[in-house]
């Protein structure tokens, strides 16, 4: 019963958080992301498990935090050079790196909600 509410409340989340970036410059990446999620965890709530796709859509996300974290103005410049501002200020073109901080927390949510199912599914 759990893993269902979770399920509906990462489907219900991700497909907002897609819907958010519909106005973003790069809602050609994101949206499917966050879509992909959704899909997949609306999928899980009704038993419909897909391990292999967790593990390829995983390694994409965990990559892609990586590069955000390492990339200019990314999560280690918000943490060294710009001593954590709070990300949860209104996002301006002057400050990307809470832009990339963002995006990579959304990514490490994913990648746990996905997780989450990968193991309950048994696995491979």
């Avoid at 893993?3 to 949206?31: G, K, M, Q």
């Avoid at 796709?53 to 103005?73: G, H, Q, S, V």
């Avoid at 050079?81 to 990300?87: D, E, G, L, R, T």
Wanted: aromatic share 20%; with cysteine.
């Amino acid at each position: 019963m759990l893993l269902l509410i979770l399920n509906i409340i990462f489907c219900l989340s991700f497909l907002v958080f897609a819907w958010f970036n519909l106005n973003d410059s790069d809602f050609w990446l994101w949206v499917p992301i966050y879509m992909a999620a959704s899909i997949l965890c609306g999928l899980a709530g009704f038993g419909m498990y897909y391990p292999m796709t967790y593990l390829f859509l995983i390694a994409f996300y965990l990559i892609y935090a990586i590069i955000l974290f390492f990339t200019k103005d990314g999560v280690r410049d918000w943490i060294l050079k710009y001593k954590q501002p709070s990300i949860t200020e209104s996002m301006q073109a002057t400050k990307p790196y809470i832009e990339n901080t963002r995006e990579f927390f959304g990514l490490l949510i994913i990648a746990a909600a996905l997780a989450l199912n990968y193991f309950v599914s048994g696995g491979i």
